[in-house]
């Protein structure tokens, strides 16, 4: 039984620094381009509950990670409000409707856990697999982040058209936000009845926002939902790019912040003195020598100090990063954070 990653979260003392990865399961393996590629698409891998399970553990085995976190995406909320997604081959999420109008809106519904029976499918079955090995990660994106591409219908490097409609069309703009918050809730309770140990916030697309804007249509919605949950499971939030935000972040009813690489380290603990850390290595670091990958990861480590710290990256990991690199980062903070302790 490996709970480090639970005791950390609590803000325990524990043996050593725990470590897992945002988009630790996906292309950077061999093993899952294989599943991938016996699965039709993207999205039949997510809904195949078995297909889901494979490709969750792998990076436990494979990477030896201090956690699991379940094969899906966060667009299978709005997926499951009406408003379908298609996951383009090299290229990302495009939705072939997106919301513009009073009509678009009354399409939509406020979703139920049943719904998404498949991905609560997926982490019984994972927990089963797991046999308590180590804990498992469930997860949702913030309200904010699927807002913009319901919005917008895919990526966009500005979302100016999302953020238009907040600034045009504000009181729209919330009545989509509390619908989508209000799905989340459904869906990250199911999660956690069905076995989910602990459970990450995706904010994506924080750092676009002003700090106004940010508090207003976006933290709101995060704290409604930590508040929501309740204490029985620990819960992080992870907003990119919300360096202006860590203040109040401080205040909302969550037990671990995500740190991103512009995020100094020093700063963010003065800044959030009630959170336990999660962070922050650039996934950029890892296209240096094995030499460079250990320097960077002890000089994060160094930073964070030995406690009350979950090592990951800044971001979700690059497709074309080697896998001895990503090794040898956890590698590196196993050993390094142990001798930091005694
Ligand atoms: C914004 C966002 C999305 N999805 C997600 C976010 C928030 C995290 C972040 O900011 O990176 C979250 C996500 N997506 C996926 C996971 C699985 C669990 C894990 O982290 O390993 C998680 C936690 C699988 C996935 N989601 C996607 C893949 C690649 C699809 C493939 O295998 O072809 C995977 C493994 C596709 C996806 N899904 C999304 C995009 C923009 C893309 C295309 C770009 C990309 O490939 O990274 C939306």
Known sequence: MNDRLISAAKGLATDRTPIWLMRQAGRILPEYRKVRETAKDFKTLVKTPELATEVTIQPVDILGVDAAIIFSDILVIPEAMGLNYEMEENKGPVFPKRITSEADLSSLHIAQAEELQYVLDAIRLTKKELQGKVPLIGFAGAPWTIFSYM?????????????????????????????????????????????????????????????????????????????????????????????????????????????????????????????????????????????????????????????????????????????????????????YSATLRR
């Open 151 to 335: 919005i917008e219908g895919k990526g966009s490097k500005t979302f100016s058209q999302a953020k238009k409609m907040l600034y045009t069309q504000p009181a729209f703009s919330h009545r989509l936000l509390d619908m989508i918050a209000q799905s989340t809730i459904h869906y990250l309770k199911a999660q956690i009845k069905a076995g989910a140990d602990i459970v990450q916030i995706f904010d994506s697309w924080a750092g676009i926002l002003s700090p106004d804007q940010y508090a207003e249509f976006s933290l709101k919605y995060i704290s409604k939902i930590c508040d929501a949950l309740g204490n029985d499971v620990p819960k992080i939030v992870f907003a990119k790019g919300a360096f202006f935000a860590r203040a109040e972040m401080n205040t909302i009813n969550c037990d671990v912040v995500g740190l991103d690489w512009n995020m100094g380290i020093a700063e963010s603990r003065a800044l959030l003195p009630n959170k336990v850390l999660q962070g922050n290595l650039d996934p950029c670091a890892l296209y240096g020598s094995l030499d460079d990958v250990r320097r960077e990861t002890k000089k994060m480590l160094d930073a964070f100090g030995p406690h009350k710290h979950i090592a990951n990256l800044g971001h979700g990991l690059y497709p074309d990063t080697e896998v001895d690199k990503v090794k040898c980062y956890i590698d590196t903070v196993k050993e």
